[in-house]
């Protein structure tokens, strides 16, 4: 049985590169958001089994829609997504509950792999 994604990034262009990195895999992209306030409310609406989430967007950051979400949900499986030179975001996103981060830009397999290895 697929897994369901929800892809939270302020980019389009992100969010369909992410997109393209799930079709045709065991993960189904079952919905997107472009800021935290809509991931949250994504989130309750869709009950995903993974989320990708940006740090950096407007409205509310990656860090506290990842706070919040873990709050909805302990044990969530919240996958960070960050630019280069933003490792002391990715560390705050990890204490926040984040259960790994991509490194931005990435390769499809390099995601597939970290993505996998959350479900066993």
Do not use: W, Y
């Not at 992410?18 to 309750?44: M, P, Q, S």
């Amino acid at each position: 049985m697929s897994k369901r994604v929800l892809i939270v990034d302020d980019s389009v262009f992100m969010r369909n590169m992410i997109r393209d990195v799930f079709n045709g895999t065991d993960f189904e992209v079952a919905g997107e958001a472009a800021n935290g306030v809509e991931a949250i409310e994504r989130f309750r609406q869709l009950s995903p089994d993974l989320v990708t989430m940006d740090i950096v967007m407007p409205h509310k950051n990656g860090i506290e829609a990842t706070r919040e979400i873990c709050t909805l949900r302990p044990g969530a499986v919240v996958v960070m997504c960050s630019a280069m030179g933003q490792e002391s975001l990715v560390m705050e996103a990890i204490n926040a509950g984040a259960k790994d981060f991509i490194t931005k830009p990435f390769r499809s397999d390099e995601v597939l792999k970290i993505v996998r290895a959350l479900f066993p």
